[in-house]
Every structure is written in structure tokens, then in C-alpha cells.
């Protein structure tokens, strides 16, 4: 069975901070994909990257920034210069090659002005 | 516009009224799968399909149905709706769910479902 964890349920800052948010992943299979999705206020999903198991290298995105490490099964996320429009429900999920998809539980991000 | 259409987006029910949510995806993708949110508890998979007349159980099957006749639609369907599916729900869809083809989700605006 796999699962993700994120164990922030909830980070509030002050804008312009940065805002690391953490995911940690089990599978046993080794070919995998992670992805972070952001739900708004206004309810909609929307992707926000996908990575591959096989493909460790870090991306950058604007002020935005992704971590992933094997060897910790971990794939933060961190937020450069947080801004209020970042607020949201962040979202990592873990899908295998058959189909399976699996969310973490979210993290509620509140970005303060 | 390339989307997913879920219909009723908001619906109040009774327990044990048979109802259907439709989903329908112009973007001729491979995979659909249908999810629900509650509250603490992230997005939890009901079923998954990988093409047509194929289908699968997620992690939260029980008291669901779906099918998946044609490529573009993926209903889901409450038997007998009882309160503990009071949710809201979210159609997904992405181009392949194989190997290094796995693309992201593209969601459905959701449907939130009341059992009373």
C-alpha cells in the first residue's frame, strides 16, 4: 500500500516569508510519480508539478521550489517571498504505473499581509 | 476549452435515493478517476478507469458504482445514498495513467453532494 504524510495541517506566515511545505512518501514500487496540487479559496484543484521517481533533480518555478530526496522518500515544497494569493490547501499525491492514486491530507497554507 | 464537466455540482438527497453524478472530459484522455474531500482528510480515490470498460477500485469503493462505456464519460453512482456520503466529490482526468506517460490530473470543478 503506499501513502503520503503531510504532517503540517496548517502554516500560517507573514508575507514575504519563505514556507517550506513538507510531504514524505511510501511505496514499494520503484518507479513512481509525485505531484503537488494547490486548491484556492475557490475550491478548484490545479497542478502545480509532477516528478518522476527516477528523476531526483530539483525544479525551480518562479518563486517556487521542490525538493525531492529518496533517500528520505520526501518531496517538499518551499514557497520564496510567500505572497497572499498564495493562500490555499496545498496538496502532495503519490500515483503508481496502475492507476492508484493517493493524496496526503493537505496543508493549509495562510499568508498574511 | 478543454475541460471536465461534472453535473449536479450541488445536490440534496435523501438516504437511499439512487443518484448518478456524470462526468465527461473533452480532452480524449485515457484515464478517468473519481474522488471525494472531506474535511482532514484529503482527496481519497473511489474508483479509477484506464480506458474504456476497464475500471478499479480506489482506497473508499463501498456503496459506489461506476462504469466507463464511453471514453469521454465516467458516471458514479449512489445506489442507496446514505449520510456518511455526504462529500464533495471530484472527477479527474489526465491523457495515460502507463509508465513514464503518467501526466497530472486535470479536475472537475466538483460536486458537492447532501445525504440527509
Known amino acids: 500500500a503506499q501513502k503520503v504524510t503531510q504532517a503540517q495541517t496548517e502554516i500560517s506566515v507573514v508575507e514575504k516569508e519563505d514556507v517550506t511545505l513538507d510531504c514524505v512518501y511510501e511505496?514499494?514500487?520503484?518507479?513512481?510519480?509525485l505531484f503537488w496540487y494547490k486548491q484556492p479559496p475557490s475550491g478548484e484543484l490545479v497542478f502545480l508539478i509532477r516528478?518522476?521517481?527516477?528523476?531526483?533533480q530539483n525544479e525551480i518555478s518562479g518563486r517556487y521550489s521542490w525538493n525531492f530526496q529518496k533517500s528520505t522518500s520526501s518531496f517538499n515544497f518551499t514557497i520564496t517571498a510567500s505572497q497572499v494569493v498564495d493562500s490555499a490547501v496545498y496538496f502532495c499525491?503519490?500515483?503508481?504505473?496502475?492507476?492508484?492514486?493517493?493524496f496526503g491530507d493537505g496543508t493549509t497554507l495562510t499568508v498574511k499581509p | 476549452e478543454a475541460q471536465v464537466t461534472q453535473n449536479p455540482r450541488y445536490l440534496i438527497t435523501v438516504t437511499g435515493k439512487k443518484l448518478t453524478v456524470t462526468c465527461s472530459q473533452n480532452?480524449?484522455?485515457?484515464?478517468m478517476s473519481w474522488y471525494r474531500q472531506d474535511p482532514g482528510l484529503g482527496l481519497r480515490q473511489i474508483y479509477y478507469?484506464?480506458?474504456?470498460?476497464?475500471?478499479d477500485k480506489g482506497d473508499v469503493p463501498e456503496g459506489y458504482k461506476v462504469s466507463r462505456k464511453e471514453k469521454r464519460n465516467f458516471p458514479l453512482i449512489l445506489e442507496s445514498p446514505s449520510p456518511n456520503q455526504t462529500s464533495l466529490y471530484f472527477c479527474?482526468?489526465?491523457?495515460?495513467?502507463?509508465?513514464?506517460?503518467?501526466?497530472?490530473?486535470?479536475f472537475g470543478e466538483g460536486s458537492r453532494l447532501t445525504v440527509l
Open positions: 479527474a482526468s489526465t491523457f495515460s495513467h502507463r509508465g513514464p506517460n503518467t501526466g497530472e490530473l486535470f
Open positions: 511505496t514499494r514500487d520503484t518507479t513512481y510519480y
Open positions: 516528478r518522476n521517481s527516477f528523476d531526483e
Open positions: 499525491a503519490l500515483s503508481d504505473h496502475a492507476g492508484k492514486s493517493t
Open positions: 480532452m480524449n484522455h485515457e484515464y
Open positions: 478507469s484506464m480506458n474504456v470498460e476497464v475500471t
